[in-house]
């Protein structure tokens, strides 16, 4: 492989004048480059359906087994030894699951599975290819009714592009070294969670102290007390969440009060990213159910946890609280404190309908144990730097992951090639 060809400049000026540039030809998916075909999936591999039900599931099985749309589950036994893809298929909705696996392995009867690549077929290309192609292909083939379902032929009939074998393993080669990258940073960011997770439950409950912490003014080790939540540390102490906090309401909508500007009014979904689109009020309120970036936001209706508000002022919805933290107790130690009990609170939540909800009662009447205020501050200030590190591998996930999409949309269409074409007039590679 020679590297990353450049575009020429005859490729460019050819766009602008004829619309097709030279070494390049105009087919039914587009633009291709001329050493370049379209197939159809089912001239070029053989598709089929598993014969398993969900009850040969086995939980420490050896190989995998395909069960459902969006479920991977283990058996025992095996039904095929060779390399394929496996997509979600009939009656169980539009390609949910998509596997690549060279080995031995079972699937369900409603998963399709994809082998038999040929000489002229680069496996995992095809798998590329294919899950980078598919949902959009089928979805354009097959009308929508109450239960998505996928027929063979639909599969087989896919248009599909091929670039020469060397070509496709080159491609296939690049986005694997990506697809490694993301896979790892994956692990990195679950690892360092649990690490956070841990250690939150350690420091939040004292059972293991910081050195500056640890001692009594004698050298000797702290000890610790029986309270009404257990043992915690000798100079801790056990108070409500309404001794420590404030919990302000937020304020219930008609629909005559939205409006299209003003001041923005935070909902559920803006919260957790369901989404972004904000409603807006010009009513005047008492400056109490305002927050402005900074302010501790507490979820209590369906939804559960806190959250630090990012963005400028703003009005909070009749599901959410404010918690304004009284003198001796932290913000950001009561953040990961409310952090760590939300699955707790989930637990006892009680019924509102068919939501769940934790009420203001039960959250005032909420005991924890706090230590003093300079080490509840120690404790937020290494708990927020674990969540920088974090924040920091999600960003590089979010680019690594745009950076391979940007891949395949150059190299599953010829745009940027990797081996130097055959013909001439196409690109040139330095």
């Not at 004829?18 to 001329?34: F, S």
């Not at 192609?133 to 379902?149: E, Q």
């Not at 001692?215 to 309270?227: F, I, W």
């Not at 080490?375 to 680019?399: C, H, N, P, V």
Request: aromatic content about 10%.
């Amino acid at each position: 492989m020679s590297g990353v060809a450049e575009v020429s400049p005859k490729y460019l000026a050819d766009i602008a004048t004829n619309g097709v540039p030279v070494g390049y030809k105009q087919t039914e998916v587009g633009e291709i480059p001329e050493d370049w075909k379209v197939t159809t999936v089912g001239k070029v591999v053989s598709i089929t359906t598993g014969n398993k039900n969900t009850q040969d599931k086995v939980i420490d099985g050896l190989y995998p087994f395909f069960v459902r749309s969006q479920q991977v589950e283990r058996i025992n036994t095996y039904s095929f030894d060779g390399e394929g893809v496996l997509t979600a298929g009939d009656g169980v909705g539009t390609g949910k699951i998509f596997h690549h696996i060279d080995g031995k392995f079972d699937f369900h009867q409603r998963v399709y599975l994809m082998y038999n690549f040929g000489d002229e077929l680069d496996g995992y290309y095809f798998y590329i290819y294919f899950s980078n192609n598919f949902y959009d292909r089928i979805m354009s083939m097959t009308a929508k009714s109450s239960v998505d379902s996928v027929r063979r032929e639909m599969i087989a009939d896919m248009l599909m592009v091929m670039p020469p074998k060397a070509e496709q393993t080159a491609i296939a080669n690049a986005l694997s070294d990506v697809d490694a990258l993301i896979s790892e940073l994956e692990k990195l960011i679950a690892k360092k969670q649990a690490i956070k997770t841990a250690t939150m439950q350690q420091l939040l409950t004292g059972r293991t102290r910081l050195p500056q912490f640890a001692l009594r003014d004698d050298g000797a080790p702290k000890g610790t007390k029986p309270s009404e939540l257990g043992d915690i540390p000798e100079d801790w102490e056990v108070v409500t969440l309404g001794t420590a906090s404030s919990f302000i309401n937020g304020r219930a909508y008609s629909l005559h009060e939205w409006e299209n500007s003003g001041t923005p009014v935070i909902r559920l979904q803006n919260l957790t990213g369901r989404g972004d689109e904000y409603y807006y009020s010009n009513l005047q309120l008492p400056e109490k159910q305002y927050c402005k970036s900074g302010d501790l936001l507490f979820m209590w209706s369906a939804t559960f946890g806190p959250v630090i508000w990012r963005g400028p002022k703003a009005i909070y919805h009749y599901h959410i609280w404010k918690i304004a933290c009284e003198v001796g107790y932290g913000q950001s130690y009561l953040f990961y404190l409310l952090d760590d009990m939300t699955e707790k609170l989930k637990r006892s939540s009680s019924s509102g309908g068919t939501m769940l909800h934790v009420t203001k009662e039960k959250m005032e009447s909420t005991k924890a144990a706090f230590p003093s205020y300079e080490e509840q501050t120690a404790i937020a200030t290494i708990l927020s730097d674990m969540d920088a590190e974090i924040q920091a591998l999600e960003q590089r996930l979010g680019k690594t992951r745009q950076i391979k999409q940007g891949m395949m949309q150059e190299l599953l269409t010829g745009k940027t090639r990797l081996v130097q074409p055959s013909l001439t007039g196409v690109c040139h590679a330095d």
